[in-house]
């Protein structure tokens, strides 16, 4: 047997395929990594190669525990199988959870890709870095395309300044920054502070009383809770030159600006993405 972690669309729903929690799911026939069987991943955050943290829908993508029990291959680092249990839905802070404990068991002695003590300062500059950590205080910062970066300890501090990066805290007054393009900042402690500079961001704030800034240019997208404040940058091309046209900032209110609703902003107006 072989444990691991699996992501899914909304409501347990892979390729197509509906799983349930608690469940066991089994096919005949070869399993074929890629190709053919159940797929999962033994660290949680490989997961995030092949699903995004937030999804295609503006959902912070569903994961679950999972458990083969039959066959099994491995390429990579994914797995497939032909029986696989499907073990108990994890939220964010669950998710975060598992990816900071299964780097601590796994790397426990090289401090540059896990910590989970107080006041813990992780680097990388390589690409498809892996940072985690459970302390308080912590600080993670990576400078290669496509890190992922996670912390459950309060007072993280978080940064990115490479492409596609992948960063999110569960514990309260974090502070998550990325410079690079496409970037993903995903919070669901209290008091969190998310700001990109780069293009094209995604900035979810699910905790209370936070603070969300994407000024980068390109199509940014914010959302938080009542309360939280927002801020979005618009750009436009003038004479050639990409000139800042508007920067505008709001309260969620849940009436003008509504609670977990995905805005940008276009001529001046924080408009919901469809």
């Given amino acids: 047997m072989s444990k691991g972690f699996k992501a899914f669309d909304k409501g347990l729903v892979c390729r197509g395929f509906q799983y349930e929690e608690g469940k066991a799911f089994e096919m005949e026939g070869r399993i074929e990594p890629c190709n053919r069987g159940f797929h999962f991943c033994e660290n949680p955050l490989d997961v995030l190669e092949y699903y995004p943290l937030i999804n295609r ?3 912070v993508t569903e994961f679950a525990e999972v458990e083969a029990v039959g066959d099994l291959k ?17 939220g964010l802070p669950g998710f975060i959870k598992a990816s900071v404990d299964f780097l601590w068991e796994k790397c426990s002695s090289s401090p540059t890709e896990s910590d989970s003590g107080f006041n813990a ?33 309060d007072s993280a501090q978080l940064a990115s300044s490479g492409r596609y990066a992948q960063l999110a805290s569960s514990g309260d007054s974090a502070r998550l920054a990325s410079s690079g393009r496409y970037a993903q ?13 780069g293009d094209s961001a995604q900035l979810d704030l699910k905790g209370s009383d936070s603070v969300g800034a994407a000024i980068g240019s390109g199509m940014n997208q914010i959302r938080g809770l009542v309360g939280c404040w927002i801020t979005l940058a618009e750009w436009v091309w003038i004479d050639d030159k990409l000139t800042p046209l508007c920067v505008k900032t709001a309260q969620i209110d849940g009436e003008i600006i509504k609670a977990d609703t995905w805005y940008t902003l276009q001529d001046g107006q924080f408009v919901e993405v469809e």
């Fill in 121 to 153: 300062r992780l680097a990388s500059s390589g690409d498809s870095a892996q940072l985690a950590s459970s302390g308080r205080y912590a600080r993670l910062a990576s400078s290669g395309d496509s890190a992922r970066l996670a912390s459950s300890g």
């Fill in 74 to 90: 491995t390429d990579g680092n994914k797995s497939v199988t032909n029986k696989l249990r499907i073990g108990a839905k994890l």
């Fill in 185 to 197: 900042l995903a919070s669901s402690g209290r008091y969190a502070q998310l700001a990109s500079s």
């Fill in 57 to 59: 829908d503006g959902e």
